[in-house]
């Protein structure tokens, strides 16, 4: 059952300042791109997730498209760094990008160019931060900043992006490497601070540069000297996330859940996130689109399995996809009565269960 007291960690360890920019920080996005379709559209999506209607109209506003989904390191929890991944590596062609942009441009607000890889390296993610920017659209990744250099720095800053998270799991070496099995704090540290040199040398407040731990066993008496860090660096947020596990294994969580209950997701007497209380209605399947570098499009970002796939951008219009029967279908648990076809989201119900 998730912890009740995990609110604490957005009042106490993330700070409620911090809530409050990052807040600030999704508004001023929203009204920079903003256009009388895009409002109108992103309106309607926040009505029919409300009313939980089952075949919407107008498409999703937030989208996360995985450009490449191979990486450096061997993040334990990760699929990708357990090399337990089920879809089949690759990066997106970048026609096949343009070409999605240029169907979801008039609506998209924002784009994630991230999921299950190291962005950076896509030979071409500059040119597709870039692309769409002269979209009018958003764009954020998160990286571990493992594969980095000072000229990819200055092309991060040129490029438009507008915001950078970083992941960065301890304030030494020892205890960042315990998670991001691989990384070399030192030469993050010294990434970071190159791009923020590159932000002073052209004048510009992009990207905004997130720090985000993941917390944990290991690091969870080292908030506050990763907050100082992040200070010294001169970054812009220092996000808290409690890490989630396979609440099926034992060994992961006697390994990574924090010893301090109230540092977790998790109800230490239970120890199982399938209780969850009831959620009102997943905004995945009335606000955004996930969609790997192949086309496919998942209903979340949690599940990587193709078995769960909802359609292909790449063979069928997005329009149709998204008032197809497996989004029905899934929209439909929220509704309750009958639900006409099995998708993940029906066995989900909104309780992503976090397993590999």
């Known amino acids: 059952m998730i912890n009740r007291q995990t609110i604490s960690l957005f009042t106490k360890t993330a700070g409620p300042r911090s809530v409050a920019i990052k807040g600030q920080q999704h508004l001023a996005k929203l009204l920079r791109h903003s256009t009388p379709r895009k409002l109108a559209n992103w309106l309607l999506a926040k009505a029919q997730r409300q009313f939980k209607r089952a075949k919407v109209g107008g498409y999703p ?26 879809r089949r590596r690759g990066k997106m062609a970048f026609d096949d990008f343009k070409k999605l942009i240029a169907e979801i441009a008039e609506y ?32 954020k990744i998160s990286t571990s900043l493992n594969y980095f250099d000072d000229e ?54 992009f990207p905004l540069l997130t720090i985000r731990v993941l917390l944990n066993r290991r690091n969870e008496t080292q908030i506050p000297a990763i907050r100082r860090l992040g200070k010294q660096l001169g970054v812009d947020n220092v996000v808290i996330a409690p890490i989630m596990v396979n609440t099926d294994s034992l060994e992961d969580m006697e390994r990574w859940l924090p010893v301090n209950e109230i540092h977790s997701f998790y109800d230490y007497k239970t120890r199982q996130d399938r209780t969850l209380q009831k959620v009102k209605a997943c905004p995945y399947l009335w606000e955004s689109c996930v969609i790997s570098w192949e086309g496919a499009v998942s209903p979340c970002c949690w599940y990587d399995d193709p078995a769960n796939d909802f359609g292909n951008v ?13 989004y029905v279908a899934s929209r439909q648990v929220f509704r309750g009565g009958e639900v006409r076809r099995d998708t993940v989201c029906v066995r989900c119900q909104g309780r992503p269960h976090y397993s590999y």
């Not at 506003?61 to 490449?68: C, K």
């Not at 299950?116 to 597709?128: K, N």
């Not at 998270?165 to 490497?177: C, F, M, P, R």
């Not at 790449?314 to 497996?326: A, H, S, V």
């Open 152 to 205: 990819m720095a200055r092309q991060v800053v040129v490029s438009g992006l507008e915001e950078l998270v970083i992941s960065l799991d301890g304030a030494d070496q020892e205890t960042y490497e315990t998670y991001r099995v691989g990384g070399n704090l030192a030469e993050v540290i010294e990434s970071i601070r190159s791009l923020v040199r590159q932000r002073e040398l052209h004048q510009s407040p």
């Open 314 to 326: 790449f063979t069928e219009p997005l329009e149709d996809i998204w008032n197809n029967d497996f």
């Open 61 to 86: 506003y937030h989208y996360v498209v995985d450009p490449i989904n191979v990486c450096v390191l061997r993040c334990p929890l990760c699929p990708t760094g357990r090399g337990t991944l089920k």
């Open 108 to 139: 998209a607000y924002f784009l994630d160019l991230y999921n299950w890889g190291e962005s950076f390296l896509h030979p071409q993610i500059f040119d597709m931060i870039d692309y769409a920017n002269t979209r009018n659209i958003s764009t």
